[in-house]
């Protein structure tokens, strides 16, 4: 059962108990912070938990190698809550938790990331395959929909 519900289920039992464990065919890694909170990592895809005074959360840690991945942060210079998603993934309409959120990006693994505008991939787009540490122009705090490869 390598689904989000399981890394969600085993990222809440680390967080109520301090520890968690996954069967041994599973490649998972538990990464925990006191105060920070934790971040589950189950072949490639990860559940973070904020800890209490963490602010939003702490700077992911970075994917396996090979592994190609997109984190988006709300605050300049990768600061403030984020998400990270895999390459392959979109969202033509991003939620209102982060439409015209998106202030920082880091790029991991050769992945490229294209943000737009608006909903639907319109308006301004722009593609970027490294790290951004305050996004300029027309596209900080401005991003409706995204793309990754």
Known sequence: MRTLTKLTALAFAGFVLGTASASADDNCKFHWVIGQGFTLICDGNSVTIPGPGAGGG???????????KVCVYKGPHYTGQHVCVNAGMSDSHINLA???????????????IKLCQNFNYGGFCNTFWGNVPQLGGPLNNNASSYQTW
Not at 102 to 112: H, M, Q
């Open 98 to 112: 982060w439409n015209n959120q998106v202030t920082s990006l880091k790029v991991f693994g050769g992945a490229k």
């Open 58 to 68: 702490f700077p992911p840690p970075p994917p396996p190698p090979g592994v190609k």
